[in-house]
C-alpha cells in the first residue's frame, strides 16, 4: 500500500521554464512533508518542506504546495536550470517536526532539464 | 567527518552468505536512521536509533535482518543468509536531534547473486 505516490516518473522541462512535479499521499495524519534532491550514486539531500498548518512555503526558485483537502503537494522550481536535473523525492512524516522519526517516501520523478 | 560514511560502497554477496554494512554517522548526530532503496523506488524506513536505543525497528523485512548501535555512534545493519530480493542500496542518514534535518550517505549498493 503505497501511501505517498509519484505518479510520474520523470519529467523533461527546457531550460528557464517552470518545473512542476506532483505527489499525492492517502494518510490524512501526515503532519510533515519534504522533498528531497537526489543525484546519481549520492544519497538524497533535503530541498524544501512544508508542515501541515501551511499551504505554502518558499525558499528562493522553490515552492511547495500543499493542498490537505486533495492531499496533493506539488514542488514548483522557477526558472529551472540545466542542474536542477535530478530525481527528486517527495517525503512525508505522521509526527510533529521536532520529534523527527520516519519518513515514508514516494517512488521518484527523474526531471530532466534541457539546455 | 563532514559527512554520514557508508562502508563498503559496493558489496556482492552470494546467495546465503551473511553480511555488514557501515555507518559513520556525523559527530554528534543523537538520531540515526537506516533505509533500503530498490531499483526505481523510494527509499523505505528500515530503523531508528535515538543514541544507542533502537526507538523502531518496524521497517526491518525479517528477522534476517539486525542493526545495532552499541556505544551511539557508528552502526552496523546485519543481514544474515542474503536473498536475491535484498539486492537494494542501504541508505543511512543522521541528525542531530528532533526535526528533519537528515543528512543522508552515499549508500551501499548490496548485490546478491
Known amino acids: 500500500d503505497q501511501q505517498v505516490k509519484q505518479n510520474s516518473p520523470s519529467l523533461s522541462v527546457q531550460e528557464g521554464r517552470i518545473s512542476i512535479l506532483n505527489c499525492d499521499y492517502t494518510?490524512?495524519?501526515?503532519?510533515?512533508f519534504l522533498w528531497y534532491k537526489k543525484y546519481p550514486a549520492e544519497g538524497p539531500t533535503f530541498l524544501i518542506s512544508i508542515s501541515s498548518i501551511k499551504d505554502k512555503n518558499e525558499d528562493g526558485r522553490f515552492t511547495v504546495f500543499l493542498n490537505k483537502s486533495a492531499k496533493h503537494l506539488s514542488l514548483h522550481i522557477v526558472p529551472s536550470q540545466p542542474g536542477d536535473s535530478a530525481v527528486y523525492f517527495c517525503?512525508?512524516?505522521?509526527?510533529?517536526?521536532?520529534?523527527?522519526?520516519?519518513?515514508?517516501f514516494g517512488q521518484g520523478t527523474e526531471l530532466s532539464v534541457k539546455p | 567527518g563532514a559527512g554520514v560514511s557508508q562502508s563498503p560502497r559496493y558489496k556482492v554477496a552470494k546467495r546465503g552468505q551473511d553480511v555488514a554494512l557501515r555507518c559513520d554517522p556525523i559527530s554528534g548526530h543523537v538520531s540515526l536512521f537506516w533505509y533500503q532503496q530498490a531499483l526505481g523506488q523510494g527509499p523505505e524506513f528500515l530503523t531508528y536509533?535515538?543514541?544507542?536505543?533502537?526507538?523502531?525497528k518496524s521497517g526491518l523485512p525479517s528477522d534476517r535482518f539486525f542493526a545495532e548501535r552499541p556505544e551511539g555512534s557508528v552502526s552496523t545493519l546485519k543481514i544474515q543468509r542474503t536473498q536475491q530480493e535484498d539486492s537494494a542500496v542501504y541508505l543511512c542518514?543522521?541528525?542531530f536531534g528532533g526535526g528533519y534535518g537528515y543528512t543522508f550517505g552515499s549508500g551501499t549498493r548490496l548485490t546478491v547473486v
Open positions: 517525503a512525508a512524516s505522521p509526527t510533529s517536526y521536532n520529534q523527527g522519526g520516519k519518513l515514508i
Open positions: 536509533f535515538q543514541n544507542e536505543a533502537q526507538l523502531d
Open positions: 494518510n490524512s495524519m501526515f503532519d510533515y
Open positions: 542518514a543522521s541528525s
